[in-house]
Nanobody
Framework: QAQLVESGGGLVEPGGSLRLTCTAS????????MRWYRQAPEKQRELVAS??????????EYADSVMGRFFISRDDAKNTVYLRMNNLKPEDTAVYFC???????WGKGTLVAVSS
């Protein structure tokens, strides 16, 4: 069973940057598409970014709200997926979760708080 651990969250001022890391203990990690979600207080979980596996070209997709500011990448040798977040805004405040949709695996999340 795949296990995911997120890290890299924290408190940052508006306009700042963070890089989230998700490390997976999963066989055949390189075959999986990967996703980052977020959930703000009293809101539904939202898909933020996704990246396909290498075989399908590591294609990336983003929510409109983060397009041009967030960048997802992966290092299959390290079983890791990243989310680089630039120009953070208060509305980016949320718990961010890593997900493997093929096996419905989720991490416990990492909190990102954007405030001055």
């Amino acid at each position: 069973q795949a296990q995911l651990v997120e890290s890299g969250g924290g408190l940052v001022e508006p306009g700042g940057s963070l890089r989230l890391t998700c490390t997976a203990s999963a066989s055949f990690f390189s075959l999986y598409n990967m996703r980052w979600y977020r959930q703000a207080p009293e809101k539904q979980r939202e898909l933020v970014a996704s990246i396909s596996n290498e075989r399908t070209g590591r294609t990336t997709e983003y929510a409109d709200s983060v397009m041009g500011r967030f960048f997802i990448s992966r290092d299959d040798a390290k079983n890791t997926v990243y989310l680089r977040m630039n120009n953070l805004k208060p509305e980016d405040t949320a718990v961010y979760f890593c997900n493997i949709p093929a096996v419905d695996a989720w991490g416990k999340g990492t909190l990102v708080a954007v405030s001055s």
